[in-house]
């Protein structure tokens, strides 16, 4: 069964930082490629970054270029999103999500395979 934990959310303030982790088991972690996405209350779900299954592309949006790292941790099965200067508009939903044989990054939802439930991010200002 294949499982993808997040965590790391909370309520923090404008320009604080926080880390996001995706954990993954029941899977080859390596042969996935992996993505962050984010809902915020009545707007639909958007990419936020994606990496590569080998780690050596990624994709970001536009609005979180500069402020969001992705990575990942082949040794943890891990997938991190480390996020700085947040802002108000960053108050959402994360999830991670899985793309089985992702060489590229991918951006469309339906290319992903599998996905956790999420963990509520909230930015004060």
């Known amino acids: 069964q294949v499982l993808l934990v997040e965590s790391g959310g909370g309520l923090v303030q404008a320009g604080d930082s926080l880390r996001l982790s995706c954990a993954a088991s029941g899977l080859t972690f390596s042969n996935f490629a992996m993505g962050w996405f984010r809902q915020a209350p009545g707007k639909e779900r958007e990419l936020v970054a994606a990496?590569?299954?080998?780690?050596?592309?990624?994709y970001y949006a536009d609005s979180v270029k500069c402020r969001f790292t992705i990575s990942r941790d082949h040794a943890k099965n891990t997938v991190y999103l480390q996020m700085n200067n947040l802002e108000p508009v960053d108050t959402a939903v994360y999830y991670c999500?899985?793309?089985?044989?992702?060489?590229?990054?991918?951006?469309?939802?339906?290319?992903?395979?599998?996905w956790g439930q999420g963990t509520q991010d909230t930015v004060s200002s």
């Open positions: 990496i590569s299954w080998s780690g050596d592309r990624t």
């Open positions: 999500a899985a793309d089985f044989l992702g060489s590229r990054p991918k951006t469309q939802q339906d290319q992903y395979d599998y």
